[in-house]
């Protein structure tokens, strides 16, 4: 082991005495066990005394940055160690890291692990004691996280959601499946979807050219999405039109069709609603139009701007939000967003989108709550 994870230690068995009056004792470090003992290794145990004088056995996995997948793992390795424990000895399982990400750590609650971060954070269960002091993770010094909801990396995001909408049975996919999908690199999928696998969002089987990988959670990585969505910010233009025929919606679709030589999509609550009807009247559509389209757009379709009052919204986009259209059986011609940029749409918080939008995320995407 490390100097560093020494240290680390170190500041945990520190923590844990001025916070718990816990005394550390012998320290064995890179501890085998287990039948396979080439292969069942211990990080560290702790021998510590508490302050009325018996003995708790600290069974500790280091990590520097802990991500769910890695947690996973060493879950599965503390338990292992503690079926190999003295039945008379008291062990406590803990987790020690530079930084445990928030997922990581409701993981570790959950599966009834202590641990502690270079944050100050430590969670410590152990008969009558509980220590809980929770701080926001300290951000990884290494490696610059990859921004994974913007460009080419959220097509691949969204191919991947549709890949599991799509075609349940067939779960794994290809990273150059992946990217024929996404419309971009087999590099750009590579790296995404590794981020994600450190994530726990996707699993994976085999290696090298005939790795494949599938998506684990659907609903976690839409909320991770939809959090992501909900802080951009977009260039958003307003108009107004009378409705001559009473259905504003056909009316929009058919000023698009005939105007628009661009890529365009229809979205938010006027597409959403005609797949799970909820809302009685729609009294505005979004379209999602090609940067710098929109007063072109607006001028041959004959609307007129206003911030107040508007019934058609253009939201300037590229990328992710022009995969997977879709025309309406019922309307000859016209583009509907994927039902993944359509719920995200909803999210926007106006009139009645928020009760559409939780229907919606369960009828038409058949995704509940996260896990």
Known sequence: MDNKYISLLHDFTRTLRSTTGFHAGHETLEVPFGDRRQNAQLDALLETTTPDGRTCVLAIEMKRIAYPRDVRMAISHLMAYRTTAPHDTQVELCLVAETISPGSRDALRKAGINYYDQSGTLYFRHQTWLVDIERAPLRPARKKEIALFSGAREQVIHALLHHWYSKHDEGYLSGSELALLAQTSTYTVSSTMQALEQLDFVESKGAGPSQRRRLRDPAALLDAWAEEWSRRREVKTRWYTYAHKGNITDQVIEGFVEHAQQEWALTGAAAANTIVPRLTNVDRVEVIVQPG??????????????????????????????????????????????????????????????????????QALKIGSSK
């Open 293 to 362: 389209e929109a007063e072109q757009l607006a001028s041959a379709m004959g609307l007129s701007q206003a911030e107040k009052g508007a019934n058609v919204v253009m939201i300037e986009r590229t990328g992710a939000s022009f995969l997977f259209l879709d025309e309406h059986p019922e309307r000859p011609h016209s583009r509907f967003a994927s039902r993944f940029i359509q719920y995200l749409d909803l999210l926007n918080g106006y009139g009645r989108n928020k009760e559409l939008a939780e229907e919606f995320r369960t």
